[in-house]
């Protein structure tokens, strides 16, 4: 089964601009960042009272990172990006929430983290034993 990493990554990616990338894993803190690049990293998975069986809460922070690191034009570059990715997040389906978008740093980029929960299936644990 996929996981709810790469599902959110399936989603996202075709919503988003073309010269964007989107990495279902954490950022190292000195990767190099060559276009705007989002990053998707799992936080919880939880269960919800009202939720049907079978389903469960998952979050996440995805943290997007503008490549601009010139001081006149990156946070409009970067405004201008996090605006873009709300707009896509609020059309993937009511499956998909964000509630927060926080500027952060990441090294020498400025970057937003944008805190998402989804609604998707549980997983059937893989029986990596064979048995």
Known sequence: M???RQQL?????PAL?????????EPELDAQIGKTSLYISQQTIGRHRSAPMGKQ???FTLRLICPNTAVQ???DDLEDAVSELLFELEHLGSAF???EASKVRHGAYLAYDVDLTMIGN?????NKRGV
């Open 122 to 126: 549980k997983a059937k644990p893989t």
């Open 57 to 59: 809460l998952v979050t």
């Open 2 to 4: 996929t996981s709810a």
């Open 17 to 25: 601009p073309a010269d964007w990338i989107v990495i279902p894993h």
């Open 9 to 13: 990554a399936t989603a996202l990616t």
């Open 97 to 99: 929430v964000w509630s």
């Open 73 to 75: 034009t990156r946070e």
